[in-house]
Every structure is written in structure tokens, then in C-alpha cells.
């Protein structure tokens, strides 16, 4: 059984940074993949980053990538989203996510999910 909690989500300004943080507690192999989804309102839950637990590969969405980082520390089960230049328009609900599988970028291929946290970005 894996539980996740998110947390660092809040009002920031347009070019604001911010470091958003999950903290995880189950077996490592039920970390394989831990990602980073978001969902605004009225829209679908979408694919932000995702990083692999034993390469440290990192994928991101291109609507992110060069503005986001995604890390994560195994040994304390933890992962992050280093978001530089925020933009109004990743203003969402955050979540982690954590899988088995290597499907990395699909929702549904995730089997545990944090509560979320709310990011919003004011120009």
C-alpha cells in the first residue's frame, strides 16, 4: 500500500518560482514511476512530468519542459516539481502519482494518487 501527500501549492505571481513536494510511504516497487499531474478547471487531468525510480529518467510535457524540473530522492521517498517562470496557465490542482508500470505519461496507468495541491498563477 502506497500513500501519497503533496504539498507547496499557493498563489504566486506570473515568473514566480515555486517547489512543489510529494512524500511517499510504500514499497519501492510500487514507485517505480512517480509523476507529476495537474488539472485545471473544466479541463482534463494532464501529464506535467514523470521520473523513473532507478535511472532518474525524466519525461516532461512540452508545455513544461525547460521551465519545470522533476527530481526525486529515494531515500527519503520524496519527489519534486522545481517550477521556474510560472505562467497563468499552469494554474491546477497538482497531484503525484505513482506506478508499477512504464507507461509513464497516461493517468490511467497510475496507481496511486495524493489529494493534490492547488497552484494558482496571477498575472
Known amino acids: 500500500q502506497v500513500q501519497l501527500v503533496e504539498s507547496g501549492g499557493r498563489s504566486v505571481q506570473a515568473g514566480d518560482s515555486l517547489r512543489l513536494s510529494c512524500v511517499a510511504s510504500g514499497r519501492a516497487r510500487s514507485l517505480y514511476v512517480m509523476g507529476w499531474f495537474r488539472q485545471a478547471p473544466g479541463k482534463e487531468r494532464e501529464f506535467v512530468a514523470a521520473?523513473?525510480?532507478?535511472?532518474?529518467?525524466?519525461y516532461y510535457s512540452d508545455s513544461v519542459a525547460r521551465r519545470f524540473l522533476i527530481s526525486r530522492d529515494n531515500a527519503k521517498n520524496t519527489m519534486y516539481l522545481q517550477m521556474s517562470k510560472l505562467k497563468s496557465e499552469d494554474t491546477a490542482v497538482y497531484y503525484c502519482a505513482a506506478t508499477d508500470k512504464s507507461d509513464y505519461n497516461r493517468p490511467d496507468a497510475y496507481d496511486e494518487w495524493g489529494q493534490g495541491t492547488r497552484v494558482t498563477v496571477s498575472s
Open positions: 521520473i523513473f525510480r532507478k535511472t532518474l529518467s525524466a
